[in-house]
T-cell receptor, first 112, second 113 residues
Framework: EDQVTQSPEALRLQEGESSSLNCSYTVSGLRGLFWYRQDPGKGPEFLFTLYSAGEEKEKERLKATLTKKESFLHITAPKPEDSATYLCAVNQAGGGADGLTFGKGTHLIIQP | KAGVTQTPRYLIKTRGQQVTLSCSPISGHRSVSWYQQTPGQGLQFLFEYFSETQRNKGNFPGRFSGRQFSNSRSEMNVSTLELGDSALYLC????????????FGAGTRLSVL
């Protein structure tokens, strides 16, 4: 069964303490991998799309990377405002605009 | 540019009732997808509409249905509500291509008592 697994489930860091979130996937024919951020009481907010192994994208303190089996979201020198749940999702080959398959997320807390 | 708007934000219903949720996509977006989010299962895909046609469907029972209007606005209906239907229902809109970014609304929080 196709699956997206995120780890850790929760992570507490001190402000400025860099770390990485993991998203591993087992899908047949990955077309794209998406990272979203979700704040309490809000819908997910788009961060990145990655299409092929070796690809990297950056935005402020965040950098996303992709291999054939997993993706990492690296957070460098995080600030309290980076606290959120980070979700990854995959779109697999199958025709049409298939729905995204989401992992259950990593709940990140950055302490001042 | 206005984002995705979902109404109402909160709903309380009792078992056996039915409910209709509404979603207004970003202007120019023709695809609307619906997701259910629960603490145990996370975000799960319900269905997607494009140009008034259901184009894709997830693994949910037939009690969950939807439709899309000519202006791309979409509604989702859940009939014969069960306690397990309590969840945050999210709508996302996109231009309609398989890898186009999906932009999410804030969701409708449904509580079934």
């Amino acid at each position: 069964e196709d699956q997206v697994t995120q780890s850790p489930e929760a992570l507490r860091l001190q402000e400025g303490e860099s770390s990485s979130l993991n998203c591993s996937y087992t899908v047949s024919g990955l077309r794209g991998l998406f990272w979203y951020r979700q704040d309490p009481g809000k819908g997910p907010e788009f961060l990145f799309t990655l299409y092929s192994a070796g690809e990297e994208k950056e935005k402020e303190r965040l950098k996303a990377t992709l291999t054939k089996k997993e993706s990492f979201l690296h957070i460098t020198a995080p600030k309290p405002e980076d606290s959120a749940t980070y979700l990854c999702a995959v779109n697999q080959a199958g025709g049409g605009a298939d729905g995204l398959t989401f992992g259950k997320g990593t709940h990140l807390i950055i302490q001042p | 540019k206005a984002g995705v708007t979902q109404t109402p934000r909160y709903l309380i219903k009792t078992r056996g009732q039915q409910v209709t949720l509404s979603c207004s996509p970003i202007s120019g977006h023709r695809s609307v997808s619906w997701y259910q989010q629960t603490p145990g299962q996370g975000l799960q895909f319900l269905f997607e509409y494009f140009s008034e046609t259901q184009r894709n469907k997830g693994n949910f029972p037939g009690r969950f249905s939807g439709r899309q209007f000519s202006n791309s606005r979409s509604e989702m209906n859940v009939s014969t509500l069960e306690l397990g239907d309590s969840a945050l229902y999210l709508c996302a809109s996109s231009l309609g291509g398989a890898l186009d970014i999906q932009y999410f609304g804030a969701g409708t929080r449904l509580s079934v008592l």
